[in-house]
């Protein structure tokens, strides 16, 4: 099994221990509060929101309920006369806990509902059923956001109210601001080929980091080493990899970068190492231009042939390829593509993570790393990788960088099954990847 080795230590100032030590004090001297049922609380309270909400509504002088007659009849914006319909729907109250309109919003559709000719008994339940609500924040989270987080991992599967993707999205630009650069793709692709030794498979590991750009002074732009590792986090021992083309690879400080100078930026921006924590040599572009005049490019790609047992062995039953997330990237994508005479029909699941001590080992079993969600990104299945590899928004260079890397071995890309995922604006030290379940 084989990723890319994520390296950093979280690190803290005087200034800021002596902060989170004054938020830690302020939270032990808040009074104890007595045990209650989050999911349980909640359920009882939003249901009698929704209930509340619904009888105004039916109480009201105007025809149907829908969002549009509400904004209409009661004079209010549509986007709270929205919410107040979706909270009064009922359905997923769990997922439409996101949508509750604050005191001042909810407030401004009772008086318009009494002004209207609401029942007043309904409007008074509403109000009641507010407080209730109110209540539930403070008891359980003391601010409605966390409460609203807490809430949606509890939503139906079938529906997820929260805009992950924009909360990614909000996350990126603060990483970006923090840390003075960006990628605009990365991409991390495991192929496991053929191999004229009985029993083993050769491993093509192709790696694209697109649109790199650095936007302060001082700024890293890293280029993440990789490891090989078993079941159990012990690390593995490869025999040495192949450039897929010699002419294209480099050299520095002992590190061999295996260029595919066709698909990377011309010219080639300069590089630097240093040495890691971990003793591990670390290789990273030399400072350039700021902004997009600065912006590289680059696509490597190395062979290690007779790498991988096809079966699974007493430490190893799975292969896994999985990318950690080091800088600010729009777009990561993890591709697997299996060689069908190999693996007929193998398991395969999606693996995404936040980064742990357990991970200096690359030891990413459940028991020592933590989900992020418990609905990861889907993972795509192409039964022919021939044209499934240009399908990944990453532009032609990826396409590319294939097309060269299984012409010098001489695969062909039709005998391959791909499996993909793709995480937009992914979170920093969470790792992305695929694994497969290797047959008895």
């Not at 021939?386 to 060269?404: C, F, K, T, W």
């Amino acid at each position: 099994m084989l990723g890319l080795r994520d390296i950093g230590r979280d690190m803290m100032t005087r200034a800021e221990s002596r902060g989170a030590s004054s938020i830690i004090t302020s939270c032990m001297n808040r009074p104890k509060r007595q045990a209650q049922n989050l999911e349980g609380d909640a359920k009882r309270t939003l249901s009698l929101l929704s209930e509340a909400l619904g009888d105004v509504i039916a109480s009201l002088p105007i025809a149907g309920g829908r969002p549009r007659d509400i904004e209409h009849g009661l004079g209010l914006n549509r986007t709270l006369a929205w919410k107040i319909c979706k909270i009064a729907s009922g359905g997923d109250l769990f997922g439409a806990s996101s949508y509750v309109p604050g005191r001042a919003g909810m407030e401004k559709f009772l008086q318009a509902a009494e002004k209207r000719g609401g029942a007043r008994d309904a409007v008074a339940r509403a109000r009641v059923a507010v407080s209730e609500y109110e209540r539930l924040v403070e008891t359980h989270t003391g601010d409605r956001a966390t409460l609203e987080s807490a809430l949606t991992s509890l939503a139906k599967g079938t529906e997820r109210p929260v805009n992950v993707r924009s909360l990614r999205r909000d996350a990126f630009r603060a990483y970006v601001q923090f840390m003075g650069m960006q990628q605009r793709a990365h991409v991390l692709t495991l192929v496991l080929g053929p191999s004229a030794t009985p029993g083993r498979s050769s491993l093509l590991f192709i790696r694209g980091f697109i649109g790199m750009r650095v936007l302060r002074h001082g700024a890293d732009l890293p280029i993440a080493s990789r490891t090989a590792f078993s079941d159990t986090g012990e690390p593995l021992s490869l025999p040495q990899p192949q450039p897929i083309r010699h002419d294209d690879a480099i050299r520095i400080s002992g590190a061999m970068i295996p260029l595919l100078r066709e698909c990377c930026t011309s010219p080639l921006p300069e590089f630097q190492t240093r040495e890691t924590h971990a003793g591990l040599t670390e290789v990273l572009l030399k400072p350039g231009p700021l902004g997009i005049n600065g912006e590289s490019t680059l696509f490597l790609a190395d062979l290690h042939r007779d790498a991988s047992h096809l079966t699974r062995t007493a430490t190893d039953g799975h292969e896994r390829v999985a990318l950690s997330v080091r800088a600010p990237i729009e777009r990561v994508v993890v591709d697997m593509l299996v060689y069908r005479p190999n693996y007929s029909d193998p398991s395969i699941r999606v693996r995404e993570f936040v980064a742990s001590e357990a991970q200096e080992r690359w030891n990413l079993q459940p028991t020592h790393t933590m989900a992020i969600t418990s609905q990861p990104e889907t993972l795509e299945t192409h039964h022919s990788a021939m044209g499934a590899v240009a399908h990944a928004s990453l532009g032609p260079e990826y396409e590319r960088a294939v097309q060269i890397s299984f012409a010098q071995v001489g695969w062909a890309l039709e005998d391959f099954r791909l499996y993909r995922v793709i995480s937009d604006f992914p979170l920093l030290r969470s790792a992305i990847g695929i694994e497969m379940t290797l047959p008895s």
